[in-house]
Every structure is written in C-alpha cells, then in structure tokens.
C-alpha cells in the first residue's frame, strides 16, 4: 500500500465546473498538508499549504484536511482553462522535512 | 527574483555513461532536497543537504548515485553508468532554513533520458 494515495484520472471538466481533488494517506504522523499545481514539463508550484485538520480558502481554491479519517481535500471553484494542469498533494511528518507526494490527478477545464 | 534554477533541462544519456544534474537554490537558501518523479508516480525524496553536509540520503539509491553541495557553487546529483531505469525527472527544491513544515520551493527539474 503506498503511503499516499492519489487518484490520477483524468479529470475533465467544463469551465466555470467545481473541480474536487482527494487524496488519502496512511501515515497517522503527517500534520502538514500541501498542495502543488504542475503545468506540464514544469515543476510543482505550492497552491495551498494546511498544518493538522481544518479548512483553509484562498480566492477560489479551498483545502480541507480530516486527519481523523486521514483524507484531504482540494475545491477549485469557477474553474477555468488556466486550472488545466496535474494537482499533487504532499504531507510531511511533524519531525520529518520529507514531503510524501501522491501520484498527481491530471485535470483539464475545458472552454 | 530568482527561484530555482536546474540545469541542464533534458539530458540525454547512453547506458553505462554519467549524468550531472545541477541544482543553485532561492538567493539565501542553504537547504537543498532532491527528488525523482517517475512516470505516473509522484515525487519521491533522495537526498537533503545542506552547504557541505549531507543531512539525509535515505532515499539515494545505494549505487551508482552521490549528491554534494559545495561551499561555493550549485548542488549537484551525479548518477554514474546510467541504465534506463534512471530515466526521470530530477527536481531540486530548496528552503531558507531546514525547518520541519518549511515551504519547500521547486525548480522546473532536469529530464534525464536515458538511450
């Protein structure tokens, strides 16, 4: 069982959709929780970052984290064009630097 | 205001030839990570150093593969005698101060093929 599990998809939505991203782990030690945005053949750009359970909302983009059942979550709300791209979350350990990434949900928002 | 820079950005290879991957960090950064992103996987951790240390090489394989980052200079990754397993995407990331939860701020990364 990986650490982290990610549904890689595709997601393909229309614009203005609600785009939802989860991931689930399985290491009851991670308390940081972060989500980054990779456009293709770049590298990962850090989207939201949530320390232990709680929700967080910046602009249209909200990230949830329930450690309870050990599952986070990402809203793209009004979703447009410029979302395309593949989502990675990542978690680190309260004593530990390494992050843990899931395997990324590639998702396209349509014109 | 530079990010991170990784050169070079595609590397081509032929198996049993050697790869160098370099890194230079954010302007003020001393903590350098490194990480492999296979195909439809995520990013796994190899490395973490700082400025003449290696803190943490847990996940490096245990041949063939060495990191350093010099007083003065960028971090390299060295891969020696590839084989097509080793081909990847390398990102380099860097943090201000090593702080468990720190941001971590990613390069574009280096494409390694290796023929």
């Known amino acids: 069982q990986k650490e982290v599990e990610q549904d890689p998809g595709p997601l393909s939505v229309p614009e203005g959709a609600i785009v939802s991203l989860n991931c689930t782990y399985s290491n009851s030690a991670f308390q940081y929780f972060m989500w980054y945005r990779q456009y293709s053949r770049k590298g990962p750009e850090l989207l939201m970052y949530t320390y232990s359970s709680g929700n967080k909302e910046d602009g249209r983009f909200t990230a949830q984290v329930d450690k309870s059942s050990k599952y986070i979550s990402l809203f793209i709300r009004d979703s447009q064009p410029s979302d395309s791209a593949t989502y990675l979350c990542a978690m680190s350990a309260n004593d530990d630097y390494k992050l843990s990434f899931g395997a990324g949900t590639t998702v396209t928002v349509r014109a | 205001n530079a990010g991170v820079m990784q050169n070079p950005r595609h590397l081509v290879r032929r198996r049993g030839q050697e790869a160098r991957l370099r890194c230079s960090p954010v302007?003020?950064?001393?903590?350098v990570y490194w990480y492999r992103q296979l195909p439809e996987e995520g990013l796994k951790f190899m490395v973490y150093?700082?400025?003449?240390?290696?803190?943490?090489e847990s996940g490096m394989p245990k041949e063939r593969f060495s990191a350093e980052f010099p007083k003065e200079g960028p971090s390299i990754l060295r891969i020696q005698q590839v084989v097509r397993g080793d081909s990847a995407a390398y990102f380099c990331a860097s943090s201000p101060r090593g702080a468990v939860g720190e941001t971590q701020y990613f390069g574009p990364g280096t494409r390694l093929l290796v023929l």
């Open positions: 150093l700082q400025k003449e240390n290696i803190i943490d």
């Open positions: 302007k003020g950064h001393s903590h």
